[in-house]
């Protein structure tokens, strides 16, 4: 089993800036894919950024330039800074992590989620 932790989060100006953290624990493999899901209400969960842990990271058009991930491989840690924040990224954010395991095949886990509000 894989346990994801997530902290940060809130309620933030329009144009200001919140960072997410999400921490794997339990039967991590070396290789694997960790990044954040978001669903605002009556919306689709769709994906926001993901990385690897070589590092490539994959965008959504929606939040390239104004989003940064990144990760700690050390702490099996993922890290979503979220600048210039508009009042269209409220949503509730998911952290992910997927890896491939032997036998089992692709096995993926969430965390509970965190609120982001991007309100004046």
């Known amino acids: 089993q894989v346990q994801l932790a997530e902290s940060g989060g809130g309620l933030v100006q329009p144009g200001g800036s919140l960072r997410l953290s999400c921490a794997a624990s339990?039967?991590?493999?070396?290789?694997?894919?960790m990044g954040w899901y978001r669903q605002a209400p009556g919306k689709q969960r769709e994906l926001v950024a993901d990385i690897t842990t070589g590092g490539s990271a994959n965008y959504a058009d929606s939040v390239k330039g104004r989003f940064t991930i990144s990760r700690d491989n050390a702490k099996n840690t993922v890290y979503l800074q979220m600048n210039s924040l508009k009042p269209e990224d409220t949503a509730v954010y998911y952290c992910?992590?997927?890896?491939?395991?032997?036998?089992?095949?692709?096995?993926?886990?969430w965390g509970q989620g965190l609120q982001v509000t991007v309100s004046s």
């Open positions: 992910n992590y997927w890896a491939t395991y032997y036998i089992r095949g692709r096995f993926d886990a």
């Open positions: 339990g039967n991590i493999l070396s290789i694997n894919v």
